[in-house]
Nanobody, 127 residues
């Protein structure tokens, strides 16, 4: 088990839904700024959605209106509800945490800002 453990990946039809979850092993890895990223082979890791300690959210334009990020501090769980899925959403999805640091304004979806990472969960969307 890693510091952050994702679950909920799988296969879906275009237009369908999936919900990803990420659980922090301890409070060390649960942060004031947490996010979901995704990556496909040969491409850079892409920021999908982020949420800070106050609940403020940031979304990539490509998922705005379709994905919802949320968190449960008591359970140390980060969620990503994905709706109206498209084949372009196919990727390995990672959760990430900045630990004790708040999100930096404008850098919420910058992977270099994040210290802790999960191992990823694969999402495959077929047309």
């Amino acid at each position: 088990q890693g510091n952050l453990v994702e679950s909920g990946g799988g296969s879906a039809q275009a237009g369908g839904s999936l919900t990803l979850s990420c659980t922090a092993a301890t409070g060390t890895y649960w942060g004031k700024c947490m996010a979901w990223f995704r990556q496909t082979p040969g491409k850079e890791r892409e920021g999908v959605a982020a949420i800070d300690g106050s609940g403020s959210t940031t979304y990539a334009e490509s998922v705005q209106g379709r994905f919802i990020i949320s968190k449960d501090n008591a359970k140390k769980t980060l969620n990503l509800k994905m709706s109206n899925l498209k084949p372009d959403d196919t990727a390995n999805y990672f959760c990430a945490s900045r630990g004790d640091f708040w999100c930096s304004l404008g850098l919420q979806l910058d992977s270099s800002e994040y210290k802790y990472w999960g191992q990823g969960t694969q999402v495959t969307v077929s047309s």
